[in-house]
């Protein structure tokens, strides 16, 4: 399906809006401005504009936007209109907390499968969450037409388990361990290293210190 090519960053920004708009329409608004948005998402003004252009809407001068119509078209573009399986492979202690996340409350995106090589943990259902024996992989997630995959394996296999998840057909990966993994052109890599986010954090904060101390 070809849809509007917006930029990374603009696409990261829409589930703010999204989830934003939806407080409005919980809150009885009908319109909002640029610099009210701006205000309550610490995006500024001219972003949240050029933003909305990319899919040709819908503002008013003098009136803003309309919250209800700006919120249907965030949820097709946002898919939320339709609900996203995902897989998680690895149930150790990160892919329980996962399991236990409700992703739902938020979003329109659950975990339907996991999967596991531990055959104490295979079979079972975890957090409402069938695990599945890894030799199931490919049958489940073709017959459940599941396209995006959650790594939470140690990093000695994840890229073995990297190319079956593409030979299952995959089109996206959202990976938690700090290797970077290879895949064809055509899936998508979301990294997500949290020893690595926390110590970014941990640095900008003592070099943050030093230059108070410095001054
Ligand atoms: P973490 O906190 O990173 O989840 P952990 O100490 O709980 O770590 P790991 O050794 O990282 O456990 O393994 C995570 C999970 O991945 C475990 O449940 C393990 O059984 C599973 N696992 C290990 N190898 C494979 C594999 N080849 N295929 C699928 N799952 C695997």
Request: no cysteine.
């Amino acid at each position: 399906m070809a849809e509007t090519k917006i930029p990374r960053a603009t696409a990261k920004r829409l589930p703010i809006y999204y989830r934003y708009l939806n407080i409005l329409l919980d809150a009885d608004k009908k319109r909002v401005s640029s610099t009210e948005l701006s205000e309550a998402v610490k995006v500024d003004s001219a972003t949240i504009r050029r933003d909305f252009s990319y899919f040709g809407a819908l503002g008013k001068r003098g009136y803003g936007y309309d919250v209800e119509k700006l919120l249907s078209f965030f949820k097709k573009i946002l898919n939320q209109d339709t609900l996203t399986n995902v897989a998680l492979i690895g149930v150790g202690n990160l892919g329980h907390a996962l399991l236990n996340f409700n992703f739902h409350k938020n979003s329109n995106v659950r975990i339907s499968a996991a999967f596991d090589v531990n055959e104490a943990i295979a079979n079972t259902v975890q957090s409402g969450v069938p695990v599945y024996p890894m030799t199931e992989l490919k049958k489940q997630l073709m017959e459940q037409q599941i396209e995006i995959a959650i790594l939470t394996v140690p990093t000695s296999v994840v890229q073995n388990i990297t190319d079956e998840l593409v030979d299952a057909n995959v089109k996206g990966i959202m990976n938690f361990t700090p290797l970077r993994i290879s895949v064809p052109e055509t899936v998508r890599v979301q990294n997500v290293d949290l020893t690595n986010e926390l110590q970014t954090l941990i640095y900008f904060i003592e070099h943050y210190g030093e230059q108070l101390g410095g001054s």
